[in-house]
């Protein structure tokens, strides 16, 4: 028995599309910033959309976003903006802590980095050891971030 061509080339069609998924990664499943901070690891704690807002450099600044820990035990994060200024960070186990004006815990300091460019922090864990990682600044003029510039 005879195909027709065109059935053929349907069936060659569907062999060669359904190959391309095959060798292709799935980009949805690949982890990515969704938003306007970044994310770090730091051990079994997580920070999440982590991002610095202040009025410029040499001004007060905020740390924002959030931690979760993925640990059975709780974890303390030393956290720094300007290398001075620690802040501890107590992250529950299997836990998340919000930073922020609004957040369960306020990480402030003094900027080393004006609006727009990249800022220093420092992450301390007695687990993982210390980090330094770079954030991108704001200063506010978004809607939602004005709330969270340091007094």
């Known amino acids: 028995m005879k195909l027709p061509a065109r059935l053929v080339s349907v069936a060659a069609l569907a062999v060669v599309a359904a190959g391309c998924s095959a060798i292709n990664p799935i980009t949805t499943q690949q982890a990515y910033d969704a938003s306007d901070g970044v994310s770090v690891e730091i051990g ?42 620690i802040a501890m960070v107590e992250v529950p186990a299997r836990g998340t802590v919000r930073l922020g004006a609004e957040g369960d815990t306020q990480v402030t300091g003094t900027s080393t980095a004006a609006p727009g460019r990249s800022h220093e922090i420092t992450l301390q864990t007695d687990a993982a050891g210390q980090i330094v990682e770079e954030v991108p600044v704001f200063d506010g003029t978004l809607p939602e971030y004005a709330g969270e510039l340091p007094a």
């Open 44 to 85: 079994d704690v997580r920070g999440l959309n982590l991002l610095v807002i202040t009025e410029a450099e040499g001004a007060p600044a905020s740390l924002i976003g959030a931690f979760t820990n993925t640990g059975d035990e709780a974890v303390e994060v030393a956290v720094s903006l300007d290398g001075e200024t």
